[in-house]
């Protein structure tokens, strides 16, 4: 069994392939190298795929199959969803590997820490609800409305910073707001909306690894900057699984 999951987001694109149960991640632009007759891209999107798929024609010689359509009314695939048809794929791709992963008794937390800071709610009955912030990057890049501050990169608010001091510098300032930015609505999020139950926590993103720090870590069940090509790769097995189904009947 062999396919291709394609994560588009807003900053990166992640590629990778599924051959016989082994994985391969590959750089977008060499995934030309890959093709093979009727092979099928499984892809999550951000973008506008028009658009996208314009820009990298050579990915129109797959079968190229976009998650969203498995999300029919209040439901995608075989889990339940209480969100409208906005929801985005790469949220449904990482909330559906959560409600396939997440042990039956806990709720599952997903957070993709990226151009946008993505908190979503999955529990036995599917998807729950979520939420959309500015990510840490795109918070900095908010400073630059006022012509006199500074516009700091994300990698300097990572730095060890004195937290129980009041900062005294512009520089702090902005870096140590943006940190108690991000701290603050994860805990605040989380506390209100997981009301006390037992929880496990799906971190993906390029500032994943940095929001470890603020949650408990005997409740993180998996960190990594692919658990959206995770998701994918379910989904992928699921719809091949149905569609064998189907052929019997």
Same mark, same amino acid.
């Given at each position: 069994?062999?396919?291709?999951?394609?994560?588009?987001?807003?900053?990166?694109?992640?590629?990778? %392939?599924?051959?016989?149960?082994? +994985?391969?991640?590959?750089?977008?632009?060499?995934?030309?190298?890959? %093709?093979?007759?009727?092979?099928?891209?499984?892809?999550?999107?951000?973008?506008?795929? *028009?658009? &996208?798929?314009? =820009?990298?024609?050579?990915?129109?010689?797959?079968?190229?199959?976009?998650?969203?359509?498995? &999300?029919?009314?209040?439901? &995608?695939?075989?889990?339940?969803?209480?969100?409208? =048809?906005?929801?985005?794929?790469?949220?449904?791709?990482?909330?559906?590997?959560?409600?396939?992963? +997440?042990?039956?008794?806990?709720?599952?937390?997903? %957070? @993709?820490?990226?151009?946008?800071?993505?908190? @979503?709610?999955?529990?036995?009955?599917?998807?729950?609800?979520?939420?959309? &912030?500015?990510?840490?990057?795109?918070?900095?890049?908010?400073?630059?409305?006022?012509?006199?501050?500074?516009?700091?990169?994300?990698? *300097?608010?990572?730095? =060890?910073?004195?937290?129980?001091?009041?900062?005294?510098?512009?520089?702090?300032?902005?870096?140590?707001?943006? +940190?108690?930015?991000?701290?603050?609505?994860?805990?605040?999020?989380?506390?209100?909306?997981?009301?006390?139950?037992?929880?496990?926590?799906?971190?993906?993103?390029? @500032?994943?690894?940095?929001?470890?720090?603020?949650? @408990?870590?005997?409740?993180?069940?998996?960190?990594?900057?692919?658990?959206?090509?995770?998701?994918?790769?379910?989904?992928?097995?699921?719809? %091949?699984?149905?569609?064998?189904?189907?052929?019997?009947?």
């Amino acid at each position: 069994m062999n396919f291709l999951t394609l994560d588009i987001g807003n900053s990166n694109n992640y590629c990778q %392939i599924y051959r016989n149960k082994s +994985r391969e991640v590959i750089a977008l632009e060499s995934i030309q190298n890959h %093709i093979e007759k009727n092979q099928s891209i499984y892809f999550s999107s951000v973008k506008n795929t *028009e658009i &996208f798929f314009n =820009q990298h024609p050579y990915l129109k010689s797959f079968n190229l199959i976009d998650i969203k359509t498995f &999300f029919e009314k209040d439901l &995608f695939l075989d889990m339940p969803v209480a969100y409208s =048809q906005s929801l985005g794929s790469d949220r449904l791709a990482l909330a559906y590997y959560a409600y396939k992963k +997440r042990e039956p008794d806990q709720m599952a937390v997903t %957070i @993709d820490a990226g151009t946008f800071l993505t908190i @979503d709610f999955i529990s036995s009955n599917g998807y729950l609800g979520g939420f959309i &912030f500015p990510g840490l990057q795109t918070f900095l890049n908010s400073y630059n409305q006022a012509d006199q501050l500074l516009v700091l990169n994300s990698s *300097e608010i990572k730095e =060890q910073l004195f937290l129980d001091q009041l900062p005294q510098n512009t520089h702090k300032s902005i870096a140590l707001a943006a +940190r108690h930015y991000i701290e603050a609505v994860v805990e605040t999020v989380v506390k209100k909306y997981a009301k006390n139950q037992n929880l496990q926590f799906y971190l993906t993103g390029g @500032d994943g690894q940095w929001l470890l720090q603020f949650l @408990d870590k005997k409740s993180i069940r998996e960190c990594s900057i692919g658990l959206v090509n995770a998701g994918l790769e379910l989904i992928a097995l699921q719809h %091949i699984s149905q569609l064998s189904s189907q052929e019997i009947q």
